[in-house]
C-alpha cells in the first residue's frame, strides 16, 4: 500500500477523542480475509441481534433474554489475548493513520497508540475501521435477505390464496 494522503478521497477522515485518524479500506483479499477472522466471532450473536430487531410482537423479557444470549456468545469465545489479536488485526498499521506533527499522518503502529490513546478511544477506532471496510457489505446483505423474505412471504401470499 502506498503513502497516506490525508487529502486523498479514498481515505476516511474521523476524529475520535483528541486526534484525527485516517481509514484507508483494505485491498479486496485482505479485506475477506480478515472479514473471515472476525465473522467466526461476531456472525451469530449478529443475527441473534437482527432476530430481537425483527421480533415483534415478543414480551420485552424474551428480547432482553435473547438480547443476553447473543452477548454471552461472544464473550464466551473472547478471551484477552483473543481480543487483542482481533485489535491488531483490524487496526493496521499500514492501513490507518494518526496525524502527527505539522498535521502530518503517521502510521498507527502499535507504540503511537500506546503514547496517544486510551482503550475508549482504541474500541471506537476499532468500530470505525470495520465501519468503514464492512458497512456496504452489510448493507447489501441485509438488502438481499429482506428481498429474499418479501419474496418467500408473497410466493405464500399466493398459494393461500389459491387453496
Known sequence: MGKFDKLHAKNHEVVIGENTFWIKKYEPFLGIEILGTLQKFFLAPALAAAEVADSKGRSEADLMSMLIQSIE??????????????????????????????????????????????????????????????????????SRIGQGLSSKTASLSELSVMN
Open 73 to 142: 456468545k461472544v464473550s464466551k469465545s473472547l478471551d484477552g489475548q483473543t481480543l487483542r489479536e482481533l485489535f491488531r488485526l483490524v487496526i493496521r498499521e499500514e492501513c490507518v493513520a494518526i496525524e502527527g506533527e505539522n498535521e502530518k499522518p503517521i502510521r498507527l503502529t502499535e507504540s503511537v497508540i500506546n503514547g496517544a490513546m486510551d482503550v475508549s478511544d482504541l474500541i471506537q477506532l476499532f468500530i470505525e475501521v470495520v465501519t468503514v471496510n464492512y458497512k456496504q457489505v452489510f448493507t447489501d446483505a441485509m
